[in-house]
Every structure is written in structure tokens, then in C-alpha cells.
């Protein structure tokens, strides 16, 4: 897609936006009218995710090469989630001690622990552990259970470079379904504008009057976004910059279209086709980097998340009156990055997976009906930082990739459109 075309698009997108918001101060309710739209697009984008994520992955695998230099662009990867995530639950821990959002927050007394995590009560760390494998991938693929489909991928992908010419016919297989489904998820940027507008439209007319809804969660939602525009402005754009020399404004303005479908959907896997199309054509990372990167960090980074799981949980501990020691602080930036780590890219599954954080240090889990109200809300800011953090780390990685090359010789990639 030629750079003008995707302006345009993303022109559309923001009018898309700004008429949803317009249209429900204006008709309020009767705008769920047009939420078919945003279905339509949700369900376009979901399609596309499974294939793009298998032969995207495998594509970046193969394109890599060695299985040795995916051993280390992996180790580099993974460096790079926990240190960005470890920063964002820092500063949300910091944020939310300074700020102080629960004190004089009242907690109902024998609140129930809320329908979104019933069931969910009981979740820890080995189930973390045991949902990177399942037990039948077509399944994981029906289910749109992407962490094992990515396990699989790499497995896959990796294997196939290491049987020479019997797996050259798999990766020319992979290699077409890839170029193939980049081609759908162009087409599908054409209607992203409608999406958008469908997707904000009838989630906002649904929620009604936003001032009564946040009521006394203002310093709370405050906290969480100040964190999440301190990591996503500052903090990430000086990582991209100090690492890969790239100007944050200029990449930062590429993303605009996935970072606003990512705030439109609540979702960074559904977001994934638009991700990795910016950050491949627009942000010019080469495909190895961005294939390898973004799918993986689309269901692992996020570094929004974890921001708002330390905050969220700290906000509970204050409002119910409980002082937490430096031990439990440093408890709940230990789990609040693992929660992360284990939220499914999909609307509001850091609020599951907060279950985690709240049980290591004893919280009572009926606190999260405290933020419940809001969090369809706040999900859709950090989905969009989650986003904003994969394409970082694609960029990061991307530049560590060219020093490998550079420091290897000649002869070591075989596609790399960077
Ligand atoms: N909705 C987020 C995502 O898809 C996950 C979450 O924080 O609930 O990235």
C-alpha cells in the first residue's frame, strides 16, 4: 500500500473516531445502530489472525536462517519484554504510591467477587506455565487460543530450517499463504475507518454518561493513564531511540493506524494484521524482525497491562485499608508481570488474570468489582500501549539484527526487505 493510500486510511480512521464520539453525544443509544459495523471488522480481522500468525511466524523463522541466531534473537526478544514490562509495573508501583487513588475509596462490605473472574479463582502461576502448550493445535487455532498456535509456529519453524530440501517445499508453502494474507489484511485496512467508527460507536452509546460511570474512580483512571502516557511517551520512544536510532516521533506516527484500532478494539491480537503491516511497510523493520517479534509480543509485551495490574492492585489494598509492605510491593511487581505475561490479547484480560496478583498478597479478589466499572475503558488506553511497546520491540530487535549481520558477513539472510 503506497504511503499516500495509507494516510488516507488513517485520516478515515480518525474521522471514524471522532464521528463515533460525536455521534453518541448527539443520539446517544441509537448509535448501537451502527455496531454491526465494528463486528464486521472484528470478526474480518479475527479470521486472518490464526493463518497470519503460523506463517508469519514460520516465515521469520526460516527467513532468520540458523537455528543458533534464532536461539539468540529469541534470548534478545524475551530481554527486551521482561526489562520494557518490569519498567511499566515500576512506574505504575511508583505512580500509585505517590498518587495514593484508593485512600477514602469506600469497599462495599461482602462485595462478590464479580462474574469476570468466577471460575478463575484459583489461578496461578503453573497455569500460566501449562496455557503456552495445548493439547491440540487445530483446537488452540478454532478457539483463537494463540499462545500455543505461536509455540507450535516456532517449533515448526525452527525444525524446518534444520531438514534442508525436504523442508524447502513447506517454507515456499508458508512463504505464499503469508504474501497472500498480507494482501487480505491491505484490503481490510480499506474498511478499518467503518470498523472503527462501528466498534467505538456502540461500545460508548452503550456505556451511557461517562462522568457517572467513572464517579469516584477519577484519581484511580487518572493514575492509570498518566502512567500509561509517561510509558508510552516517554519511556518506550527513548528505548527505541537509544537502541535502534530510529526517530520515535516519525515511527511513532507510522503506527497510528494499529494503535488506533488497538484503542477501537481492545484487543492486541485482533490488532496483529494492521501491526505487523505498519510496522513491515511503513516503519520499514525487516520482515524477520517484525514476523518474529510482534505475534509473540502481541500475546506476551504488554506493557500496559502490567502497568495497570500493579496499579489496579495497589488501588484495592489502599481502598480496603490495607498497608503493604516493601516485601508485598515487590510481590506484586513480580506477579503483576507475570499476569501480563499470561493475558490473552483480548478485551479485558488483564482483569482475569489480576486474580494472580491479588491471591500472592492476600487481597481480598472482590476488590476487583471495585474497578470493574471502568475497565472496558481503561482496557481499550492500554491495549493501545501494549501495541505501541510490540512495535518498539520489533524495532529494537530489528537493529540488533543489522549489528548481527554486519559483525556475521555477508551470506546470512535471505529475504529482510528492511
Ligand atoms: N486487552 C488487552 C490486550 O489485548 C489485554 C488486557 O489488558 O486486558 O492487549
Do not use: C
Not at 534478545?76 to 521482561?82: G, K, N, R, S
Not at 536510532?245 to 484500532?261: G, H, K
Not at 468489582?369 to 530489528?398: C, E, P, Y
Amino acid at each position: 500500500m503506497s504511503p499516500r493510500t495509507s494516510n488516507y486510511i488513517l485520516v478515515g480512521i480518525v474521522v471514524g473516531i471522532v464521528a463515533a464520539f460525536v455521534g453518541v453525544e448527539l443520539f446517544g443509544e441509537r448509535m448501537i445502530a451502527f455496531e454491526w459495523m465494528g463486528t464486521l471488522f472484528l470478526r474480518a480481522l479475527k479470521m486472518i489472525i490464526m493463518p497470519l500468525i503460523m506463517a508469519s511466524m514460520i516465515v521469520g523463522i526460516t527467513t532468520l536462517g540458523d537455528v543458533r541466531k534464532l536461539g539468540r534473537v529469541g534470548g534478545l526478544t524475551v530481554l527486551y519484554y521482561a526489562t520494557t514490562t518490569g519498567l511499566a509495573v515500576a512506574l505504575g508501583i511508583v505512580l500509585v504510591n505517590i498518587i495514593q487513588p484508593g485512600v477514602g475509596v469506600a469497599m462495599e462490605v461482602g462485595a462478590a467477587t464479580p462474574d469476570a473472574v468466577a471460575g478463575k479463582e484459583e489461578m496461578g502461576f503453573v497455569d500460566i506455565v501449562l496455557s503456552f502448550v495445548s493439547e491440540n493445535v487445530f483446537q488452540s487455532m478454532a478457539n483463537l487460543d494463540i499462545l500455543p498456535v505461536i509455540v507450535f509456529s516456532l517449533l515448526l519453524g525452527a525444525i524446518l530450517t534444520t531438514i534442508g530440501r525436504d523442508g524447502e517445499p513447506v517454507i515456499a508453502f508458508f512463504n505464499g499463504l503469508n504474501e497472500a494474507i498480507m494482501k487480505m489484511v491491505v484490503l481490510l485496512m480499506y474498511f478499518a475507518p467503518f470498523g472503527v467508527f462501528g466498534l467505538v460507536a456502540g461500545r460508548f452509546a452503550r456505556a451511557g454518561d461517562l462522568g457517572e460511570l467513572i464517579g469516584g474512580l477519577g484519581r484511580y483512571m487518572l493514575t492509570v493513564l498518566l502512567g500509561l502516557g509517561i510509558h508510552g511517551f516517554i519511556v518506550l520512544p527513548l528505548i527505541l531511540w537509544l537502541f535502534s536510532r530510529r526517530n520515535p516521533l516519525r515511527y511513532l506516527a507510522n503506527m497510528a493506524t494499529p494503535i488506533l484500532t488497538a484503542f477501537s478494539t481492545a484487543s492486541s491480537s485482533a490488532t496483529l494484521p494492521l501491526t505487523i503491516e505498519a510496522t513491515e511497510e511503513r516503519n520499514e523493520v525487516s520482515r524477520e524482525s517484525a514476523y518474529f517479534v510482534l505475534p509473540l509480543g502481541a500475546t506476551v509485551n504488554m506493557d500496559g497491562t502490567a502497568l495497570y495490574e500493579s496499579v489496579a492492585a495497589i488501588f484495592i489494598a489502599q481502598a480496603v485499608g490495607i498497608d503493604l509492605t516493601f516485601g508485598q510491593q515487590v510481590m506484586i511487581f513480580l506477579t503483576a508481570t507475570l499476569a501480563a505475561i499470561g493475558a490473552a490479547g483480548i478485551p479485558q484480560a488483564g482483569l482475569v488474570t489480576m486474580v494472580i496478583v491479588l491471591r500472592a498478597v492476600g487481597l481480598p479478589l472482590e476488590g476487583i468489582a471495585l474497578i470493574l466499572a471502568v475497565d472496558w475503558l481503561l482496557d481499550r488506553f492500554r491495549t493501545a500501549v501494549n501495541v505501541w511497546g510490540d512495535s518498539v520491540g520489533a524495532g529494537v530487535i530489528d537493529r540488533v539484527l543489522i549489528k548481527m549481520r554486519g559483525t556475521a558477513g555477508e551470506g546470512a539472510g535471505t529475504g529482510g526487505e528492511g
